[in-house]
């Protein structure tokens, strides 16, 4: 391309503000960076972004929020199908890397950008889902990747932009936190090791609250859409759920995983209303779908969380699974009450019309009412049959003949 137009990724962190420096400084190129707000950021941390890529020098800095889309197009479906990755992560990065971009491809196009730029490193998950929506939105345009390409470490880049006058806070600089509308990733030198755990003051909310507290979720047809009573949107009642339970610390932890590049990865998270959402929505399912439903989605939902995650959003066959994951949520409707206590949670239980957990057929482990005792010994008699004749037919190693 032979113009000098580059549109740049920007979170204002460590990593991206020593890209702004480098495409101007190193590569002579007009910086276009370009904060896409998947939810994490409020208007006054937009606005200390915005100010922040300005004092690096950028030739134009623009805020792209695609909060909406990243909920109706993404997050929703990561709550249908329950996903978390490693039956531990709710993928609060990995699903808004493909987002950011696309949203950064259709912005590079629209200016008419020779070049995309991004800060991820050579040995993590994002510089592929980058590079991946880039080479099938905008393969015209040219990627550059200094982090990548350079191999620096944290340390260089501090070094790097102090020679260039550039003041931060070093020390908050130490971890790159990653927050969105479905949770904060937190990385740092622990989590380059496999023993150590995160220090409290790395985590974006601290615990504020000591007490317990009862709160009530109210789903309609799988989506989040209230709180204690009050009607929310779902984003919404994320955001509203999040302030409350982040008081407690609840939803932290660490995930470790296979990176798409093939090595072992490890990162911390805090992501108190995608877990509790998760949990709560999962809950209610087991009472209200039938055990195939359960398991078919769980297939898929296990498919499409490592799709997402491996940045293959624009797969066909995500479109496919989505439909199967939507229809399956006609009946997921009901209300699920959980109690919040320092740094945990616990889904006490489930309100529905929908609830097949129904007396009038019987109650678990004590009566029957739908049918005989000799209704279920010809059924097991039944069920019994095809095993038996295998048994009657081969030497059984499992039985012992005396």
């Known amino acids: 391309m032979n113009n000098k137009k580059v549109v740049l990724a920007f979170s204002g962190g460590l990593d991206t503000s020593y890209c702004v420096k480098y495409l101007t400084h190193e590569l002579g190129l007009e910086v276009y960076s370009a904060l896409v707000n998947t939810g994490g950021f409020d208007a006054e941390e937009v606005q200390q972004i915005e100010q922040r890529a300005t004092s690096l020098g950028v030739h134009q800095h623009k805020t792209i929020d695609v909060t909406d889309e990243f909920y109706q197009q993404g997050v929703k479906f990561l709550i249908y199908g329950n996903i978390l990755k490693n039956n531990t992560y709710p993928l609060s990065v990995s699903a808004e890397r493909v987002f950011q971009a696309i949203a950064i491809a259709n912005y590079a196009k629209e200016i008419e950008s020779g070049y995309i730029a991004h800060g991820s490193t050579g040995a993590g998950n994002d510089q592929v889902r980058f590079d991946l929506v880039f080479n ?14 350079q191999q620096l470490s944290r340390e260089q880049e501090i070094q790097y932009l102090k020679s260039h006058g550039v003041e931060m806070n070093w020390e908050k600089a130490k971890y790159s936190i990653n927050k969105g509308l479905w949770g904060t990733s937190v990385g740092g030198a622990e989590t380059l090791t496999s023993h150590q755990s995160l220090p409290d003051s790395a985590y974006p909310s601290p615990l504020r609250k000591q007490d317990t507290e009862k709160i009530s979720l109210y789903f309609h047809k799988g989506e989040l859409t209230g709180l204690n009573g009050i009607e929310y949107s779902p984003v919404q009642a994320i955001r509203k759920l999040e302030s409350m339970a982040s008081q407690y610390a609840a939803g932290r932890d660490i995930h470790i995983g296979d990176t798409i590049i093939g090595i072992k990865g490890r990162v911390g998270f805090e992501a108190a209303a995608p877990m509790i959402i998760i949990k709560a929505h999962h809950t209610l399912e087991k009472h209200v779908l039938t055990r195939w439903q359960q398991y078919w989605k769980d297939q898929l939902a296990e498919w499409y969380g490592m799709l997402m995650h491996e940045g293959q959003y624009l797969d066909p066959v995500m479109r496919n699974i989505e439909k199967f994951m939507e229809d399956t949520q006609g009946n997921v409707t009901g209300s699920v009450e959980i109690e ?8 006490i239980g489930v309100q529905s019309d929908y609830d097949l957990m129904n007396s009038k057929f019987g109650d678990y482990g004590e009566m029957n009412n739908a049918w005989t005792g000799e209704d279920v010994k010809g059924f097991t008699k039944i069920l019994a049959n095809q095993t038996k004749i295998h048994h009657a037919i081969n030497q059984n190693p499992l039985i ?3």
Request: aromatic share 8%; proline share 12%; hydrophobic share 35%.
């Open 136 to 149: 099938i939105l905008a393969p015209e345009t040219e990627v550059i990747t200094p982090i990548r390409d």
């Open 340 to 347: 919040l206590s320092p740094y945990r949670f616990e889904v």
């Open 400 to 402: 012992t003949k005396k």
